[in-house]
């Protein structure tokens, strides 16, 4: 796609998510007109931030009633639209799957069959930028170990993810390859696959469900205060997320996957480092980094197999994201910036 966003009518899915907030926002400042989906249009206190940007940007921002699981149910809403951004996915903390195939797997497959389809069926949509993740590369740290140089590259599939075994990776997974295989089928239109790391940053929605909210959601209320266990993450801000989503649709040229983090890993016990120079004070965040040993031991009592500890514990590599910052001219925020504007807004949603 290219040309004047002005007069474009795109439809985000999933607008009341961490992602697809800022999408919309983002869009919205950038002059197209965009269609999102909810869930429901039931729930004012999780719709509020949608209103506000309605408000900001009168008849611009259109909300649409749609279910991942009901087929037909995004065709209204992808009417007149160029470009889709399928954003939405059904997103559980591993403690609350119970059968991974039924609450995880098939409605992140389904869901992307029906975008998909709907897409086949609606003859303006141009391009479609589906938003994966990093897990559709790799299940375990220990795979990138395989990879070439030992570097985090979009070539890869993730092939040791199972139903059993991390199975929101391995719904990511299956997921992105279906919409792939749907793409390859056609010559319409054309797919751009963004697989983001950690995605951290300010939330505009106050009940987002995301796996990064809850992650530092730990570390600030002061889970790790004895010391930070040996744990890095491949991580992007938010707002970086959403520009690439951007790019996305803008360059003509752009295709295939990119992976949207930062080249570097981040630490427990650096996020806690960066934080503490801002808020020295916190005697929640951890000032030391915990030795291997107590977390081999004790990590089972905190829901930590004894496989996840050996594959990820200690285990940093490098990422290869030069995709995105050559070819859709993507600047990284530092991580220290998302860090303070995360706990920012953690603290600012805990006051409301």
Not at 46 to 51: C, F, M, V
Not at 177 to 187: C, G, I, S, T
Not at 327 to 340: D, F, K, S
Request: net charge positive.
């Amino acid at each position: 796609m290219s040309g004047s966003p002005a007069g474009r009518t795109v439809l985000v899915t999933g607008g009341s998510g961490f992602v697809a907030a800022h999408l919309v926002r983002q869009l919205l400042e950038r002059g197209y007109r965009v269609h999102t989906t909810v869930r429901s249009t039931a729930n004012p206190a999780k719709l509020r931030p949608l209103h506000a940007l309605r408000d900001a940007h009168p008849g611009r921002l259109d909300l649409f009633e749609a279910d991942l699981l009901t087929e037909g149910s995004f065709d209204e809403a992808m009417k007149g639209c160029t470009v889709v951004f399928h954003v939405a996915s059904p997103f559980l903390m591993p403690e609350k799957i119970k059968d991974g195939r039924r609450d995880v797997v098939e409605p992140a497959l389904r869901g992307t069959r029906n975008v998909v389809a709907a897409v086949g069926r609606t003859e303006t949509v141009e391009r479609l930028v589906l938003t994966s993740t990093v897990g559709a590369i790799f299940g375990d740290y220990s795979d990138v170990r395989a990879m070439d140089d030992r570097t985090l590259s979009e070539k890869y599939f993730n092939t040791t993810s199972t139903v059993e075994n991390n199975p929101y990776h391995y719904a990511k997974t299956v997921a992105e390859q279906a919409a792939w295989e749907a793409e390859a089928a056609q010559r319409r239109w054309r797919m751009v696959s963004l697989n983001p790391g950690l995605i951290l940053g300010p939330s505009l929605t106050p009940a987002s469900d995301s796996g990064s909210l809850f992650l530092l959601d730990e570390l600030f209320k002061g889970y790790f205060f004895y010391g930070a266990p040996d744990f890095s993450f491949t991580t992007v801000d938010v707002r970086d997320v959403a520009a690439a989503h951007l790019a996305a649709a803008e360059h003509p040229e752009a295709h295939g996957r990119y992976i949207v983090a930062a080249q570097e890993m981040t630490s427990f016990h650096q996020m806690a480092q960066a934080l503490l120079k801002h808020h020295p004070r916190n005697r929640r965040l951890p000032r030391t980094a915990l030795p291997h040993w107590p977390v081999r031991i004790l990590g089972p009592a905190f829901g930590l197999s004894q496989a996840y500890i050996r594959n990820h514990l200690g285990i940093r590599f490098r990422v290869d994201n030069r995709r995105s910052t050559e070819e859709l001219g993507l600047v990284y925020r530092p991580i220290e910036e998302t860090l303070v504007d995360h706990y920012r807004s953690w603290q600012e949603q805990r006051r409301s």
